[in-house]
C-alpha cells in the first residue's frame, strides 16, 4: 500500500510543483496539503490520519519546528516529520532534530530521492540529503555534553520566537510574581507585562499560565 503523506509549506507554487511530481509514484499517497503548522494542526483531525509529513520551516504563523514540536505531543510519535527546507544551518538541523523530525531534506532534492527518504523513515531510518548529515555528523562530534535519550532533548526558546523581555516574564511567571510585582521589578507598567505575557501565550500556542511553565519546565527554560 502506498504511504500516506501531507505536504506543508507557505509557498503555494512549491505545493503545487510538489504534488504533481509525486503524483507520478505509486508508492506514495497525497492526503492533503497545508499552508503553515496551524493550518496542519486545523487539517489533521479532519483527514485521514498521514504516516510522513514534508514540513516546511520557515512559515508564518507557526513554523515547521514549532509543528512538529506539536505533532509529536499530540501524536506521540505516530506521524513520521521530514523537514523539506532550503535551510541547511545548523541551528535549524538541531532544532528539527529536537522537536522531533525523523529526516531532513533539501528541497532541491530530486522526487525519486525524496520518494525514498519517506519509505526509509517509514522502515525507521533518518533520511537526511547530504550536506545536512555531514553538519549533523559534526554537530554531534561537537556536544561536549550529550543528553542521555531524547526525552532529556529540550527546545531553546527561540524556537518558538520569544525575545530577550517576554523570556523574562516567562520565567518571572515560574517564579510565582503577579503582574505588579513583575512590573515593579523590571519597571515596566502592569500593562506591558500583561501585553507581553498575553504575545508568550500566543507564541507557546497556550492558553494558561499553569500551560505556559509547563512548557517552560519541560524545556529546561525555568528552574
Not at 139 to 156: C, F, I
Amino acid at each position: 500500500m502506498p504511504v500516506k503523506i501531507a505536504l506543508i509549506d507557505d509557498n503555494p507554487k512549491l505545493l503545487r510543483s510538489l504534488s504533481q511530481n509525486l503524483a507520478f509514484f505509486s508508492e506514495v499517497k497525497l492526503i492533503f496539503m497545508a499552508n503553515n503548522g496551524l493550518d496542519l494542526l486545523t487539517k489533521l483531525p479532519q483527514n485521514p490520519l498521514p504516516e510522513v509529513l514534508l514540513m516546511d520551516i520557515e512559515m508564518p504563523e507557526m513554523n515547521g519546528i514549532q509543528a512538529s514540536f506539536e505533532i509529536n505531543q499530540r501524536y506521540n510519535g505516530q506521524i513520521k516529520i521530514i523537514m523539506l527546507t532550503v535551510l541547511d544551518q545548523e541551528d535549524k538541523i538541531f532544532a528539527a532534530i529536537q522537536a522531533g523530525a525523523s529526516g531532513y531534506l533539501l528541497k532541491d532534492e530530486k522526487p525519486a530521492k525524496i520518494v525514498n527518504a519517506i519509505e526509509e523513515v517509514i522502515q525507521g531510518g533518518v533520511p537526511m540529503s547530504a550536506s545536512v548529515a555531514q553538519k549533523t555528523l559534526t554537530l554531534l562530534r561537537n556536544q561536549t555534553s550529550q543528553p542521555q535519550s531524547a526525552s532529556e532533548l529540550s527546545l531553546s526558546p527561540e524556537v518558538f520566537d520569544l525575545t530577550a523581555r517576554e523570556i523574562e516574564i516567562l520565567q518571572a511567571i515560574a517564579a510565582g510574581l503577579s503582574y505588579k510585582q513583575i512590573a515593579e521589578k523590571l519597571f515596566i507598567s502592569d500593562k506591558t507585562v500583561k501585553k507581553h505575557t498575553e504575545n508568550v501565550y500566543a507564541k507557546l500556542h497556550v492558553h494558561s499560565k499553569y500551560e505556559a511553565i509547563k512548557l517552560a519546565e519541560r524545556n529546561k527554560w525555568v528552574k
